[in-house]
């Protein structure tokens, strides 16, 4: 009689039982329970079945149709570690960009499932998070297990629970400090580096290895390609820089109060390329199925940009379209991002002519490499003051260099020397600019 008692009122739960903050599965998971009227005891012990809060698997998230792994080079948390959505928790890098790895769901993380420097490709599991609300005091309540094993000494010496429980709250203190002893971690190569350049004195044999990362690599396959299939040649032509360094001395200052834009040489050359460039189609140009060329009536600019990891070209779009402030205006955006690592697939990809200054490095001279699929390169050159002759006199005056290298399959010479021709007619009298 008790026992239909018992199975008519858990008929009537209302909510899944919750039992030691775990969740029962069904509305109540009791297969069996026989009680026995005499001394009313079970039979036999209830079977019940929880599920603990929900596991999330991290994975490798899609890149770009061309790059399908790279290399995990940071876990941006640690195990233990409560995380928001979308938050960032590891880096992978690949042969263009670094790609963010953000948590689906909030919670704490369970386990990292790769190493470090570890290739990985789109779709690899990278960790687990458990979902669930953050622990009462922020991450740093869901410390490592570590210092509770510490304090279990404590608790086995204690004459009672109640005593071991205050042994184990200023255990928990130093898991702050713990969280924190990553970071000097990160700086171990580059102390490593600092030492051994130290040890590189007088009679060194010191040698040090170093694994090439993927832009690296990227970059010596693309440059070596250029040098395999291009037939390059470089043309060279001196342009003299007084009246845009007048220019730019006049309206700089107004010009930043005014925008925020600081106004520089990169703007006006990059509009000269693009004047110069309509005259001569075919430095736009580029060679497609080794039997093709394709002339295109927009011109999307590659500005090379040094960065820790390597050369870099995000393209500036439409440059024909664009004034010579507002080509400096996206110039200088690209290479913010470049420098902090921000730079997407879309801002890597489709340019049609390329810009190299090895002048703010301080280079008098040089040829520059072409960007494949590109046909050519223009490269400038630092802005010495040097003698020159103007109407008869000898004058001291700012001159720089320019080298244009291109693809002999596509520019002939004649077109390659009028296009740099062009341009260093154009910079210096930048008021042509104005009437093309």
Avoid: W
Wanted: glycine share 6%.
């Amino acid at each position: 009689m008790l026992s239909r008692t018992i199975k008519s009122s858990l008929k009537r739960v209302p909510r899944p039982l919750a039992v030691s903050g775990l969740k029962v599965t069904n509305a109540v998971a009791i297969r069996s329970m026989h009680i026995q009227s005499s001394n009313r005891a079970f039979d036999r012990p209830m079977n019940l079945s929880f599920s603990r809060f929900a596991s999330t698997t991290v994975k490798v998230p899609d890149m770009a149709e061309s790059i399908t792994e790279g290399t995990l080079t940071a876990f941006n948390k640690e195990v233990g570690e409560y995380v928001n959505q979308d938050e960032q928790i590891a880096t992978i890098e690949t042969d263009k960009i670094d790609v963010e790895v953000n948590a689906p769901v909030a919670g704490t993380i369970t386990e990292f499932l790769v190493e470090l420097e570890s290739t990985v490709e789109v779709g690899q599991a990278l960790a687990t998070i458990e979902e669930g609300a953050a622990p009462e005091g922020g991450a740093a309540a869901a410390a490592p297990a570590a210092p509770k094993e510490e304090a279990k000494p404590a608790e086995s010496a204690a004459p009672a629970a109640s005593a071991a429980a205050p042994a184990a709250t200023p255990a928990a203190a130093p898991a702050a400090p713990k969280k924190e002893a990553p970071a000097p971690k990160k700086e171990e190569p580059k102390a490593a580096e600092a030492k051994s350049g130290a040890t590189f004195t007088n009679f060194s044999r010191n040698e040090e290895r170093v694994k090439m990362n993927r832009m690296r690599l990227r970059i010596a396959e693309r440059l070596k390609e250029s040098q395999n299939t291009a037939a390059s040649l470089t043309t060279f032509n001196e342009v003299d820089m007084s009246n845009l360094m007048e220019m730019r001395k006049l309206y700089k200052d107004e010009f930043l109060e005014k925008t925020g834009t600081k106004l520089g040489f990169m703007g006006a050359f990059a509009k000269a390329s693009c004047l110069a460039a309509k005259e001569i189609p075919a430095v736009n140009a580029a060679i497609e199925n080794n039997d093709t060329l394709v002339f295109r009536d927009y011109t999307d600019i590659s500005i090379a940009v040094a960065t820790p990891k390597g050369l870099v070209t995000p393209v500036l779009r439409n440059a024909e379209s664009l004034s010579i402030l507002g080509i400096e205006r996206e110039i200088s955006n690209l290479g913010k991002k470049a420098r902090d690592g921000k730079l997407t697939i879309e801002d890597m990809t489709g340019g049609t002519f390329t810009i190299s200054n090895g002048g703010v490095f301080g280079s008098l001279y040089g040829t520059p490499i072409i960007n494949m699929p590109q046909t050519a390169v223009l490269g400038l050159h630092g802005v010495k003051q040097r003698p020159v002759t103007v109407n008869g006199q000898i004058v001291s005056r700012p001159m720089m260099y320019l080298a244009l290298t291109y693809d002999h399959r596509v520019l002939d010479g004649r077109e390659a020397v009028t296009f740099l021709k062009t341009v260093k007619e154009l910079i210096e009298d930048p008021r042509k600019m104005l009437l093309l």
